[in-house]
């Protein structure tokens, strides 16, 4: 009768080891019992970037990356981008559930009262040199605003929890549209509570001498969809910094600074302003033969907004992403880049290189060009992500600090180092 189990052999010493399988997974502690002597530490597994390590159990999102399945708590991306709000689907990722109509009442007016910032933290923004990239204005803001919230630290009171939760996603919006207004060297434009979410972080963003700023709806719609796409996708970079952070039982502040600050780099947030320079250096479609070959040799150059750890067939969200971008270009009038990355795409997905290497379009390689569109700034793209991302970073939070396996983490090391070597005064080195 099959067991649940691995029978490993340690050919070292011929010993034979019993090692429970549970979800398709063995407890990486369960090997330490396989030893050549008594007194060795025993047996680890060696996993650099956590290839092939699951670092918790989750039911928030799941990934079919071969089939290019996304859901958040078992709804498809693709109903939510056309159905929800992004203010709906943040609840349905902290809940687990959609919110009942009097849920969504509460949920929304909660976050919309949020919304304002103390004013003092004016000031860490006016400290910021005029071109001070946002994403650093972002990480320093959501550091500082954790300050005036003391009571934070009581991570294990659910009020006080949920309290920091909807002020957090609140004020997102309000600092990623004053670190703007910092940048093109405006008055910061307050939060207009009569404005959907989306629409008030564009009122934030673009208004001016107008006393009511009213959006387009199209393009108000769009950011929506962005935000709903962008809102959570398991144990990333980001997120897993969220968790790491978290488990030294810091404020959510504070763990969501850490989350952002691993955002910002280029591999992950940061992909989507560096499609939009990859496309402008490119220049024209007579140009992109060549720029395949240069990624292809391999000379430090990646096509950016292309490949996935987890995605090894179309990443859906790219997907949902090209078809909404049709819709903005309608409005705000086609991006002359369209043409040069759909092209990009199909020259990329026939060759070899890409194919064999499961390289297709992620959720970065269009939303730049929606941004672009949309009049934001090139350094304002991953602010972009980490706005509608922090609902997902909390969630994922939330889980962890429930979570009775979870503990501080603390990975091992496989020591490579010097050993035992004793002090040499300066005149002997
Ligand atoms: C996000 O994890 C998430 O869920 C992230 C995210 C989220 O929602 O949180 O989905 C958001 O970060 C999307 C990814 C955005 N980043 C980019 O678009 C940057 C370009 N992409 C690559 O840097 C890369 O594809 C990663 C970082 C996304 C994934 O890297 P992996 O899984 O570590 O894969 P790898 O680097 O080991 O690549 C495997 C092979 C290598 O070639 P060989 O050494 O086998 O010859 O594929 C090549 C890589 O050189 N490769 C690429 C490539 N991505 C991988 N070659 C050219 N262009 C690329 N973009």
Same mark, same amino acid.
């Given at each position: 009768?099959?067991?649940?189990?691995?029978?490993?052999?340690?050919?070292?010493?011929?010993?034979?080891?019993?090692? *429970?399988?549970?979800?398709?997974?063995?407890?990486?502690?369960?090997?330490?019992?396989?030893?050549?002597?008594?007194? =060795?530490?025993?047996?680890?597994?060696?996993?650099?970037?956590?290839?092939?390590?699951?670092?918790?159990?989750?039911?928030?999102?799941?990934?079919?990356?071969?089939?290019?399945?996304?859901?958040?708590?078992?709804?498809?991306?693709?109903?939510?981008?056309?159905?929800?709000?992004?203010?709906?689907?943040?609840?349905? +990722?902290?809940?687990?559930?959609? *919110?009942?109509?009097?849920?969504?009442?509460?949920?929304?007016?909660?976050?919309?009262?949020?919304?304002?910032?103390?004013?003092? +933290?004016?000031?860490?923004?006016?400290?910021?040199?005029?071109?001070?990239?946002?994403? #650093?204005?972002?990480?320093?803001?959501?550091?500082?605003?954790?300050?005036?919230?003391?009571?934070?630290?009581?991570?294990?009171?659910?009020?006080?929890?949920?309290?920091?939760?909807?002020? +957090?996603?609140?004020?997102?919006?309000?600092?990623? #549209?004053? #670190?703007?207004?910092?940048?093109?060297?405006?008055?910061?434009?307050?939060?207009?509570?009569?404005?959907?979410?989306?629409?008030?972080?564009?009122?934030?963003?673009?208004?001016?001498?107008?006393?009511?700023?009213?959006?387009?709806?199209?393009?108000?719609?769009?950011? =929506?969809?962005?935000?709903?796409?962008?809102?959570?996708?398991?144990?990333?970079?980001?997120?897993?910094?969220?968790?790491?952070?978290?488990?030294?039982?810091?404020?959510?502040?504070?763990?969501?600074?850490?989350?952002?600050?691993? +955002?910002?780099?280029?591999?992950?947030?940061?992909?989507?302003?560096?499609?939009?320079?990859?496309?402008?250096?490119?220049?024209?479609? $007579?140009?992109?033969?060549?720029?395949?070959?240069?990624?292809?040799?391999?000379?430090?150059?990646?096509?950016?907004?292309?490949?996935?750890?987890?995605?090894?067939?179309?990443?859906?969200?790219?997907?949902?992403?090209?078809?909404?971008?049709?819709?903005?270009?309608?409005?705000?009038?086609?991006?002359?880049?369209?043409?040069?990355?759909?092209?990009?795409?199909?020259?990329?997905?026939?060759?070899?290189?890409?194919?064999?290497?499961?390289?297709?379009?992620?959720? %970065?390689?269009?939303?730049?060009?929606?941004? $672009?569109?949309?009049?934001?700034?090139? %350094?304002?793209?991953?602010?972009?992500?980490?706005?509608?991302?922090?609902?997902?970073?909390?969630? $994922?939070?939330?889980?962890?600090?429930?979570?009775?396996?979870?503990?501080?983490?603390?990975?091992?090391?496989?020591?490579?180092?010097?050993?035992?070597?004793?002090?040499?005064?300066?005149? $002997?080195?």
């Amino acid at each position: 009768m099959p067991t649940n189990s691995l029978t490993i052999t340690d050919n070292r010493t011929g010993k034979t080891y019993e090692v *429970p399988i549970n979800e398709d997974t063995i407890r990486a502690t369960d090997l330490r019992k396989i030893k050549v002597d008594d007194d =060795d530490f025993g047996m680890m597994t060696y996993d650099p970037a956590f290839m092939n390590t699951a670092a918790c159990r989750s039911a928030i999102t799941f990934i079919d990356g071969d089939k290019g399945i996304l859901e958040y708590r078992g709804y498809p991306i693709e109903q939510l981008a056309e159905k929800s709000t992004y203010l709906e689907t943040a609840w349905l +990722l902290l809940h687990g559930e959609l *919110p009942t109509k009097d849920e969504l009442t509460v949920w929304t007016n909660t976050i919309t009262y949020h919304t304002f910032i103390n004013e003092n +933290l004016k000031f860490v923004l006016d400290s910021f040199r005029y071109n001070a990239h946002p994403m #650093g204005m972002l990480i320093a803001m959501i550091s500082a605003l954790g300050t005036f919230y003391p009571e934070a630290k009581n991570i294990f009171d659910e009020d006080v929890r949920n309290r920091q939760i909807e002020r +957090l996603i609140a004020k997102m919006i309000t600092i990623a #549209g004053f #670190g703007y207004r910092h940048m093109v060297g405006m008055p910061y434009a307050y939060p207009d509570n009569e404005l959907s979410y989306p629409a008030n972080f564009l009122n934030m963003m673009y208004r001016t001498t107008e006393l009511k700023y009213e959006p387009d709806p199209a393009l108000v719609h769009a950011l =929506d969809v962005l935000f709903i796409l962008h809102a959570d996708h398991e144990q990333n970079c980001s997120t897993s910094t969220m968790r790491v952070a978290g488990s030294s039982h810091v404020d959510p502040y504070s763990s969501v600074a850490a989350a952002c600050a691993a +955002l910002y780099g280029p591999l992950h947030g940061g992909a989507n302003e560096q499609v939009i320079r990859m496309l402008t250096e490119i220049g024209s479609k $007579q140009n992109i033969p060549a720029f395949i070959e240069k990624v292809k040799k391999g000379e430090g150059v990646k096509l950016m907004g292309f490949g996935h750890r987890v995605y090894k067939n179309f990443d859906p969200r790219a997907t949902i992403i090209k078809k909404a971008a049709y819709g903005v270009f309608e409005v705000t009038g086609m991006s002359p880049l369209l043409e040069i990355a759909v092209e990009l795409e199909r020259i990329a997905l026939a060759d070899e290189y890409f194919v064999k290497r499961k390289l297709y379009p992620n959720v %970065d390689f269009y939303s730049g060009l929606i941004y $672009q569109a949309m009049k934001f700034p090139m %350094d304002m793209f991953p602010v972009l992500f980490a706005i509608p991302r922090v609902s997902g970073w909390l969630a $994922q939070w939330c889980e962890m600090l429930n979570d009775p396996d979870q503990k501080i983490a603390r990975p091992r090391q496989i020591f490579t180092g010097s050993r035992k070597r004793d002090y040499k005064e300066i005149g $002997q080195r």
